[in-house]
C-alpha cells in the first residue's frame, strides 16, 4: 500500500512524513476514525514508508503528498503482499470450523491477507466477520494474540529498519489481553512501532491510550454516488474546452443546459471533483496510481487522450483558475462567466494554446 493509494488523506499524510523526517515517530501510535477515512490502508501504507530503501521524494506542492514509498524495493513488495516478516498484523477473531479452539490471528493471517488485498486495504469489522464466516460471535482479540505479538517480536528475523505491528480495531482487546499488551507499550522493543486503530475510542482502556499518540484519522466524505455522476460530465465539459477557439457557442450551450441548473453547492462539488480528476491524471503520468479510480471510469478514449495534456507545468495553473473559480461561486459571482471563463483557460492551459 502506497500513500498515493489513499490521496483523499494527503494533509494528515503529509504530517506524518514530517514525523518521519524528523524522527519522532512516537512506538504506540492510536489510529482513531471512522473505518471509511481508510485508517487501516493509512497504517500499513506508513509501515510501508517507513521501511523503503528508496522512498520517493516529489515536487512540494501543498495538495499533494510530498514523499511515498516506492513500491519497489525487497521491502515494499513484501509489504504490498503483507508477507514482510516484521509486519504483525492483529484484528479480533473467533472460533470457526476450521479453528475450533486456541483460535488467535497468527490462525486466520492467510484469510486475513486474502481479505485486505481483495478490498486493496479498505476493510470494514463486519465484512471481515462475514469473510471469516463466524456466524452470530462476536470477535475480539485474546490473551493469545497478545502473547504472540510478544513472541513474534522477540523471535522475528531481523530484516526491516522498524517493526511493524498493526492492532486492527484495537477496542477489541479482551481485558485480560490488555495488561500483556500494556507492558510491551511502557517498555518497547528496540525499533518496534505498534499501530493501534480503532473508530471507538471509548472503549479503548485509559492506560492504553494514554501510553499512544493519537493520530486523529478525519472523515473522507461519501461523494460515489456525485462522482458517477460529475464524472461523464467532467469528460463532456473537457472536450468542450479543447474547442475553445472554435466554438464559442456550444461551450456556452453546454454550460446552461449541464452546469446552471446545478446549485452553487453542487457546482463547487463539481469543480473539486474535477481538481481530483486532474490530479489523478498527473499520478498516472508519473507511473503512479495507474489504477486510478477516476480515470478508469471515464470513457475509453478519453482515458487513452487526455493525460498527455496534465503535467507539471500545467496542473498548478489549473488548481490556480479552478480556486479561483470556486472562490467566485461562493462569492456569487454569475456562473455563466465563471464557467466560461474557467472553460477558456483550461483549454489555453491543456492545449497549450
Ligand atoms: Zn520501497
Given amino acids: 500500500m502506497q500513500f498515493s493509494q489513499i490521496i483523499e488523506q494527503h494533509k494528515l ?3 506524518l512524513i514530517d514525523i518521519a523526517a524528523s524522527n519522532r515517530v512516537s512506538h504506540g501510535q492510536m489510529f482513531f476514525g471512522e473505518e471509511e477515512s481508510k485508517t487501516f490502508a493509512l497504517a500499513l501504507a506508513f509501515g510501508q514508508y517507513l521501511n523503503c530503501t528508496n522512498r520517493k521524494v516529489f515536487d512540494k506542492d501543498e495538495s499533494l ?14 509489504f504490498s503482499v503483507l508477507s514482510h516478516p516484521d509486519l504483525h498484523l492483529v484484528f479480533p477473531n473467533a472460533p470457526t470450523k476450521k479453528v475450533e479452539t486456541k483460535n488467535s490471528s497468527d490462525s486466520f493471517i492467510g484469510e486475513f491477507r486474502e481479505f485486505v488485498l481483495q478490498n486493496n486495504a479498505i476493510i470494514s469489522l463486519n465484512d ?3 469473510f471469516l464466516d463466524i456466524g452470530n460471535k462476536q470477535g475480539a482479540i485474546n490473551i493469545r494474540d497478545a502473547n504472540n505479538i510478544i513472541r513474534n517480536l522477540s523471535i522475528t528475523a531481523y530484516e526491516a529498519k522498524y517493526k511493524i505491528v498493526i492492532i486492527w480495531n484495537a477496542d477489541k482487546l479482551n ?8 507492558k510491551t507499550l511502557e517498555e518497547p522493543f528496540d525499533n518496534t512501532i505498534f499501530f493501534l486503530i480503532t473508530d471507538n475510542r471509548e472503549n479503548i482502556l485509559p492506560t492504553i491510550l494514554s501510553r499512544t499518540q493519537l493520530i486523529k484519522v478525519p472523515i473522507i466524505e461519501k461523494k460515489k454516488e456525485k ?9 463532456l465539459w473537457i472536450r468542450h474546452c479543447f474547442l475553445f477557439k472554435t466554438k464559442f457557442d456550444s461551450i456556452v450551450s453546454f454550460i446552461e443546459k449541464e452546469i446552471i441548473p446545478l446549485k452553487r453547492e453542487e457546482e463547487k462539488q463539481f469543480l473539486l471533483l474535477a481538481t481530483k480528476i486532474f490530479e489523478n491524471t498527473f499520478y498516472y503520468n508519473i507511473g ?5 479510480y477516476m480515470l478508469e471510469n471515464c470513457d475509453e478514449k478519453f482515458k487513452n487522450n487526455f493525460p498527455q495534456f496534465v503535467n507539471e507545468n500545467n496542473l498548478e495553473k489549473i488548481y490556480k483558475e479552478i480556486d479561483k ?8 459571482g454569475n456562473e455563466k462567466m465563471i464557467f466560461f471563463d474557467l472553460s477558456v483557460q483550461l483549454g ?3 492545449t497549450g494554446k
Wanted: proline share 6%.
Fill in 65 to 78: 503528498i510530498k514523499e511515498d514509498s516506492c513500491g519497489e524495493c525487497p521491502s515494499c513488495r513484501k
Fill in 175 to 182: 481485558y485480560d489481553a490488555a495488561p500483556k499488551l500494556l
Fill in 348 to 350: 489555453i492551459l491543456l
Fill in 128 to 130: 471481515w466477520y462475514s
Fill in 325 to 332: 473559480a470556486i472562490l467566485h461561486i461562493e462569492r456569487n
Fill in 13 to 15: 499524510i503529509n504530517s
Fill in 227 to 235: 462522482e458517477s455522476h460529475y464524472l461523464p460530465l467532467f469528460v
Fill in 288 to 292: 503512479i496510481n495507474r489504477d486510478s
